[in-house]
Nanobody, 123 residues
Framework: QVQLVESGGGLVQAGGSLGLSCVVS????????LAWFRQAPGKEREFVAA????????RYAESMKGRFIISRDYAKNAVALQMNSLKPEDTAVYYC????????????????WGQGTQVTVSS
């Protein structure tokens, strides 16, 4: 089993920045992939970014490229998401997820999920 615990959400003004962290614990292996998804009210869960366990592979949703940065925090055994130039449409609950072997962008491919953290961007 893998446990994921997110932190760092909050309220920020448009144009501002916010950092999220997801601490990973439990039975983890070097072939795990970690990802961030988000879900706004009334919308489907959507892919934000993903990274390999080693950190050498990353992938971003097109609308997040250049604004969001995913990275591994090895000291904390965590995955971080730095969000810059935030827009009101970035308002959502952000989830951390993990899966084995493949970097994919589909929520149903991921086996482990955190509880989510709310990000609200005011205009």
């Amino acid at each position: 089993q893998v446990q994921l615990v997110e932190s760092g959400g909050g309220l920020v003004q448009a144009g501002g920045s916010l950092g999220l962290s997801c601490v990973v614990s439990g039975r983890t292996f070097s072939n795990y992939y970690l990802a961030w998804f988000r879900q706004a009210p009334g919308k489907e869960r959507e892919f934000v970014a993903a990274i390999s366990w080693s950190g050498d592979r990353t992938r971003y949703a097109e609308s997040m490229k250049g604004r969001f940065i995913i990275s591994r925090d090895y000291a904390k055994n965590a995955v971080a998401l730095q969000m810059n130039s935030l827009k009101p449409e970035d308002t959502a609950v952000y989830y951390c997820a993990a899966r084995l072997f493949l970097l994919t962008t589909t929520p149903h491919d991921y086996d482990y999920w955190g509880q989510g953290t709310q990000v609200t961007v005011s205009s």
